[in-house]
């Protein structure tokens, strides 16, 4: 067979391309399949910042020079957009008391970044290194055939097959390729949720360069609410809203603005982009990879891998496609450090995750028991961390501080934290 690729990869974001990138410097013969027209034109909805956290996902991340460097791992990625620090966590309760994050020297727990040039820094990159890119192309099917794969995509009223040896599904959390190659069964769905993140252009009373999320009723019924600092000015947010089917994040949105705590911030404000997505959340495959076929990045997790997961998910894909075409196991490798990296990848953290991860965990606290919880850290300043994992874990041992109070004052509401104390006690929290 004489037109076959090493590798072909579904999807030019940032897991895939990156894939393509390294096993193209690593000689092999690449093409990369993508639905949209223009890669750097970003409509979905999604997380656009690295995490500075030192260890997060067994790595850490330095932005110098026009680069972004993944210590532990060993490689870097150009990137020459504007970037902007995130550098205080607040968490706001219904009637305005705060819990504040931050660490004490001011470094960023998190940097934002223009995900769109990103993606053009090193889709030029790719190109350097002799990588296909096939645009307005669906993947829609194909069989593994043992010696190859199959795959069969659509441009336009076009419809062909491509062959390859190896292939990398980096479509994304809805995983429809996965599960046409089988990888999505037996798999968990625990729901479709729906995202809907909006650039709003003259906001005031939102401190510059944070993260924020508002918690209780008067927000939302069933979850936070987000709003960070914007690359494109200080006056400049992103408020991103999760809905469903029943109760969308417009419906959400326009309560918000109009009729919230939060409404004032708004008088002035206009919407000057949307991005949003539905996705299934699946649990995450613990074992991503069947024959010929690796799923990576948000396409085989349970939540976000997010932008800089992705980069590793790529790099790492990359060197086990080459193992495995001289022989080596390469599939599994990956599937070791896989497993490893990510804690949504560990049971423990997943049970933490659902005994005390969210204090947005309604109806289990009223709006006047978020209130009660964050007056009692309100002008303190808890060491800063940005991972879905670890912040939860500080804010809970902080407010437990105060659990002899919190028994004095409020029993009921020390009778549904004890699983959470008991968590401290045992350590679990550290």
């Known amino acids: 067979m004489n037109n ?23 000689g092999l013969k690449v093409t990369v399949i993508e639905m949209k027209q223009d890669i750097k034109k970003i409509k979905r909805a999604c997380s656009a910042q690295f995490v500075m956290d030192e260890g997060y996902e067994n790595e850490s991340v330095k932005i110098q020079d ?7 791992s060993g490689f870097d990625i150009t990137y020459t957009g504007r970037s902007l620090n995130i550098i205080d966590n607040y968490h706001h309760s219904p009637r305005g008391h705060k819990i504040h994050l931050a660490h004490p020297d001011h470094r960023p727990f998190a940097v934002k970044f223009d995900k769109g040039q990103l993606l053009q820094d090193l889709w030029e990159d790719c190109e350097k290194c002799g990588v296909e890119l096939r645009l307005e192309t669906i993947a829609y099917g194909g069989e593994d055939m043992g010696e190859h794969v199959r795959i069969d995509v659509k441009k336009h009223e076009n419809s062909y097959s491509i062959n390859t040896r190896k292939l990398v599904i980096a479509e994304g959390a809805n995983a429809k390729l996965t599960g046409v190659f089988g990888l999505n069964e037996g798999r968990v769905l625990f729901g479709t949720p729906y995202v809907v993140s909006y650039t709003i252009e003259g906001t005031t009373g939102f401190e510059p360069q944070s993260w924020n999320q508002f918690y209780g009723s008067e927000y939302h019924p069933f979850a936070e609410v987000m709003v960070e600092s914007s690359i494109y000015g200080n006056d400049t947010i992103e408020l991103t809203i999760m809905g469903n089917k029943d109760l969308p994040p417009d419906e959400i949105f326009e309560n918000l603005v109009k009729n919230s705590p939060m409404s004032k911030h708004f008088s002035n404000a206009h919407v000057i982009d949307k991005k949003g997505c539905s996705l299934k959340s699946y649990a995450s495959l613990k074992k991503p990879y069947s024959g010929n076929v690796l799923a990576i990045g948000d396409s085989a997790a349970h939540v976000e891998v997010l932008v800089q997961g992705a980069f590793m998910c790529g790099y790492h894909a990359a060197t086990a496609i080459k193992n495995e075409l001289i022989g080596k196991n390469g599939f599994e490798q990956y599937t070791c450090w896989w497993n490893q990296a990510f804690d949504f990848n560990r049971a423990d953290a997943l049970e933490l995750v659902k005994l005390y991860g969210s204090l947005a965990m309604r109806p289990k606290y009223s709006d006047e028991e978020l209130d009660y919880m964050f007056s009692l850290l309100e002008g303190e300043v808890l060491n800063g961390d940005f991972s879905q994992f670890e912040v939860p874990k500080k804010v809970w041992k902080a407010i437990l501080a105060h659990k002899t109070q919190i028994q004095s004052e409020r029993p009921i509401l020390f009778n549904k934290i004890k699983n959470i104390d008991e968590l401290n006690r045992e350590g679990k929290l550290n």
């Open 66 to 72: 026009n680069k972004i460097f993944f210590t532990k």
């Open 4 to 26: 076959i690729f090493d590798l072909a990869i579904v999807g030019a974001g940032p897991a895939g391309l990156m894939t393509a990138k390294t096993a193209a410097e690593l």
